[in-house]
Structure formats: structure tokens, C-alpha cells
């Protein structure tokens, strides 16, 4: 356990470094430049600015003091939020959007779950076809295009739930419907094909055989194998779902990572780019390390190796 663990460690900080080194230079081949857009600034105050931030050194010599300070834990000065530095920003937006996602994650997989094992044992019949056809229409509408409806019915119309922010419990229910609402129905999908897979083994025909009931069959036997893939696709979620969705976060103006995140791409604030993109980095590469552990608790015929 501990070599396995020391091996995710060190691939981890390999592919943070991919991250933060592809990052930095995409963003710096981006045209113009972070003060472009300031008001009535000057040449010299702009030489000024770039200075104070090290913009005017080779990108070399950036890249070298940039990786420097990553390692050492410093994410930077953010360029815009003056006096600011973007593991502060990170500090306080991150638990508005981790509060939002985790909710999203838990309706997302209390829903989906059941939908899935719901559709795999009434294969062919009626509630199967309307899970399917939920299901595909779940996955293809866009989150902008849910949101909008959900606005336009709950609040436009029904004058029921409040559009913007998250000042109450109500305000809740509409953003965590947008972002709950694709992986609900994907997970719906993934159930179902696992569950037809797993029902049509022979232990399950053996059990059956044996006069075990369909229902402890289905979830003693069934459910703990087929909820698998389930399990692989929950760590790479979390983590998408707990940084924020950006186009949930800017309709509903939640004040969350996700619109950070936007509002930093659109100010060219490099540091803020590059701090969160890291930042989502190693939280996918943490939900992966649990979702390989997680793997071994619920399939014990799994070892980490």
C-alpha cells in the first residue's frame, strides 16, 4: 500500500508539473496582454505594472520563478484583485462551489443509481423506455439551456425559487437541478448497462437457481459489481462538480470558483489561471487516488498493486 501510494505521489507531481508548464505557455501565447484593458494607462505606467510583476523579464526567466514559487506553495500575486494572492481568492471561493457540487453529487447519485437498477431489472417494458428516453434527453441538453428553462419556469412564471445567488435554502434547489441533471442521467446509463452485464453471469443464474430472492440477489450480489464503473466516473465528477461549473456559476451569479475562473480568462490575470487550473489538477488527481482505493473496499478481488 505504502509503494502504491508513493507511485500515485510521484505521478501526481508529474503531471501537476505537465499542468502548470502547458499552462503557462499557452497563456503567454495568448495576444495582447493583462493591462491592455486598464483605463487611461500610459506607457510608462504600463512598463510600470509589467515591471512590479515580472513581466518584462524573458519568458524563461518567468517560467523558472513561476515553478519556483509553485513549488515552494505560492501561487502568485493575482493581477487584477491588487493585494490579493490567488491562494486566498482559491481559499474563499472554493467552499461556495465545493458546497454546491457536493450537493449536486449527492442528488446526482441518489437518483441516478436507483434510475439505472430501476431500468436494467424491467429491461424492455415501459419504465425502462421512458428511463432511456430521460435518460438521452438528461445527457444531450446543454446546462445553459436547463438553467434558462428552470429560471424561466420556477421564477419568471411560478414566482417560486429566487434566480440569483445563494442567499437561502431555496436558492439552492435550481443550481443543483442544473448541474445534477447531466450526471444523473449518466450515471442512470451507466447502471443500466452494468446491472444487464452483471445479471446475465452465471452466479447470478446460479443464485437464482438456488431460490435466493430476486430482490437480495439484485442487491447483495448485483448492485456491489455492477456499481463499479459507477464508482470510476464518481472521482473525476466530484472533483469537476466541487470546483465549480462555470456556466451554472455565471447564470445563477453564485460567487464560486467557476465564475472566478471566467472572470480571470477574461482579464487575462494569469496567475489566477494558472492557480486554479493547478488547483482542479490535483483535486481530480486526489479523487482518482480514493476512487483506486474505493475500488479495493468495494471489489476485494481488486488489489493495489
Known sequence: MLK??????????????????????????????????????????????????????PLSTQYVTYISGLAKGDLGLSLKKRGRTVSQIIATKFPVSARLGAIAMIVAVCCGVPFGAVAAFKRGKTIDNILVIMSTAGIAIPSFLSSTLLMYIFTTKLKLLPSLGLNS????????????????FYIARLMRSSMLDVMGQDYM????????????????HALRNAILPVVTYLGPLLASLMTGSFII??????????????????????????????FLAFFIIFMNVLVDIAYAIVDPRIKLK
Open 4 to 57: 502504491y501510494a508513493i507511485k500515485r505521489i510521484i505521478t501526481a507531481v508529474i503531471t501537476a508539473y505537465l499542468v502548470a508548464t502547458l499552462t503557462f505557455f499557452i497563456m503567454n501565447l495568448v495576444p495582447g496582454g493583462p493591462f491592455l484593458a486598464e483605463k487611461a494607462v500610459t506607457p510608462q505606467a504600463q512598463a510600470a505594472m509589467e515591471a512590479k510583476y515580472g513581466l518584462d523579464k
Open 169 to 184: 435554502p431555496l436558492s439552492y434547489i435550481m443550481p443543483v437541478i442544473a448541474l445534477a441533471l447531466y450526471p444523473t
Open 205 to 220: 443464474r446460479t443464485a437464482r437457481a438456488k431460490g435466493v430472492s430476486i430482490f437480495k440477489s439484485i442487491f447483495k
Open 249 to 278: 456559476e455565471k447564470i445563477f451569479n453564485i460567487p464560486g470558483l467557476g465564475s472566478e475562473f471566467v472572470g480571470a480568462i477574461t482579464s487575462r490575470d494569469y496567475p489566477m489561471i494558472m492557480g486554479t487550473t493547478i
